[in-house]
């Protein structure tokens, strides 16, 4: 396949797009954006160029690089913004609608979105290795050892309460499951009444009844600016005593330190999480170590870091990846894309 350099002649038959490498699409996205698109590849948005942007009818955005009005002001012919991720904080939507731009994004996609299910298939595996100490169990096996009385769980699932907080798509998945499970469940979102929740799910009427009444809390809330650092050290503090507390959302919803102090003082018997605040900076891996959540993980067996594998199964990546460059073909179409 061939591939444009911010140096090509950008006057082609076909509209522009910028891809990063960052992004890692997989061979069915990317034979779809070079059969539709002129396509300028770089490495990240850190190396966007002024002749990059000043071609690109469509950007590519990932996550960890804020797209705001200085770079959009940069496309003078841009009228796509695509990203494959069910939200958006890291584009600035309301400036580009004002500039008659397009965003792209899975979040309103539903119907698709159901048949995405690796996310939610992930938490259940983390309340499971969580309540029934899989990952201690494991590491004594490799040290010799073959005693199972150590790593007995609390109790049975079906002998304890979930509470969901959100249960939009990912949530209502999760939800299910604790039912399959014979679990109570409980749920607290703000945007979902008794009379469109799933049925025998028990709705609170906030965040702190809900963990005040669960044995496992997961999280299932979008990352925006009115939800960061929603657990708090007080949400926390309410918590049940010996309960779990599972995140697979994103990382800025959590107080992290206050995470920390509920593990260290036993509110909480044991977290999981497959998500850390700050992970989308630029050079996040090579400070993980010393990521106030990791460096507890190193010294304590009650907390479990996935690096941010909940959607990561090779079909949901292709699928994803398709669909968003498939409906950004769509948006240009019905914006009459001309050269």
């Known amino acids: ?15 522009v797009i910028v891809y990063y490498d960052i992004l890692q699409y997989g061979p069915d996205a990317k034979n779809l954006l070079y ?15 002024q002749e990059a942007l000043s ?12 797209l705001g009005p200085e770079k959009i002001d940069l496309c003078p012919r841009l009228k796509v913004i695509g990203s494959n991720t069910t939200g958006h904080p890291h584009i600035e939507v309301d400036y580009a609608a004002q500039k008659g731009i397009s965003v792209v994004t899975l979040k309103d996609h539903q119907d698709f979105l159901n048949t995405i299910t690796p996310t939610a298939e992930l938490t259940w595996g983390l309340v499971i290795a969580l309540t029934r100490n899989i990952v201690p169990a ?55 009444n008794e009379f469109d929740a799933l049925s025998g799910v028990v709705r609170t009427q906030s965040l702190e ?5 669960s044995d496992v809390v997961t999280v299932h809330i979008p990352h925006e600016p009115e939800t960061e650092n929603l657990f708090s050290d007080s949400v926390f503090a309410g918590f049940k005593k010996g309960s779990y507390f599972i995140n697979t959302s994103r990382g800025e919803l959590v107080d992290e330190p206050a995470l920390v102090s509920a593990l260290e003082n036993g509110r909480l018997a044991g977290a999981a999480v497959d998500v850390l605040d700050g992970e989308f900076v630029p050079g996040f891996e090579n400070r993980v170590k010393e990521h106030p959540l990791v460096q507890y993980a190193a010294r304590h067996s009650n907390l479990i870091i996935t690096p ?15 669909y968003t460059v498939e409906k950004i073909i769509e948006a240009l179409a019905e914006g009459v894309w001309q050269q």
């Open 35 to 49: 059969d539709n698109f002129e396509v300028i590849s770089l490495a990240d948005p850190a190396e966007d160029t």
């Open 138 to 192: 494991f590491s004594s096996v490799l040290d010799g050892k073959w005693a199972r009385w150590p790593f007995g769980g609390k109790s049975m699932l079906s002998r304890m309460s979930l509470g969901v907080a959100g249960l939009g798509r990912l949530g209502g998945k999760v939800a299910s499951y604790g039912q399959c499970f014979g679990m109570i469940v409980r749920y607290f979102d703000p945007f979902v």
């Open 308 to 322: 941010h594998i909940g959607g990561s199964t090779h079909d949901a990546w292709s699928l994803t990846q398709k």
């Open 55 to 66: 071609c690109a009818d469509v950007l590519l955005a990932p996550l960890g690089y804020f």
């Open 1 to 15: 396949m061939s591939n444009m350099t911010p140096e090509t002649d950008v006057c082609k038959q076909k509209p």
């Open 209 to 213: 009844e809900l963990v005040g009444q």
